[in-house]
């Protein structure tokens, strides 16, 4: 691991530093009941699949679209039953009805003065420019890269790069925060940088970060 002094920070937007009020789980289960149908499947089904239509769909809508019709057919219904659910699903979501997980505040105004700080987040800029909006961080960030729409999607090294390139930065003096090792950790590594884990779920661990916290609050005192 390079012992570059760190100059640049950058961190992954969703479960990281914010989360929806409204779980995926509880929009599914009313988009269901909408419909009419049994429930067919998780939100972690939809989230283990989300990442195969971000190149191939133009907003999250028509992912969603896309992503459940392909769930329902390979499950053995109508892929139209699924776009339904989709359409029920997006009726109900507002993507500024979010919250700051906890110490999130709190690192970010600490690292203000300190480092250049950017986001580098799958997603597309009409859902996750809310999300910065209503969790009050639309300023607290010098650059945002949308991962999967400026460029390919994490964990492909392209989103770092862009990010450290508008922050006049190099991956050898930056830090990416993130809760996936899947996306996070194994791009910021495919891209060069160190990477923090802030592990929200379960997940195998097939690439090891070189930081792993239990939150967020944690990077008050940065291990670097």
Known sequence: MTTEPVDTVLFDLDDTLVTYNRTTADLLDEAFDAVGVD?????????????????????????????????????????????DVARAFNARRDHGDVRLLPGAREVVDAFHDEYRLGIVTNGPPEVQRPKLAGAGLDDAFETVVFAGYDTDPKPDPAPFHRALSMLESESERAVHVGNSLASDVAGAHAAGLRSVWIPAYEEEETVEPHYRFGSLASLRNPPW
Do not use: H, K, W
């Open 39 to 83: 429930p067919f499947f998780s939100a972690e089904a939809y989230f283990a699949r989300y990442e195969e239509f971000l190149p191939i769909t133009d907003s999250i809508e028509e992912l969603r679209e896309a992503c459940f019709a392909a769930i329902a057919g390979d499950g053995g219904r109508d892929p139209a039953v699924g776009r």
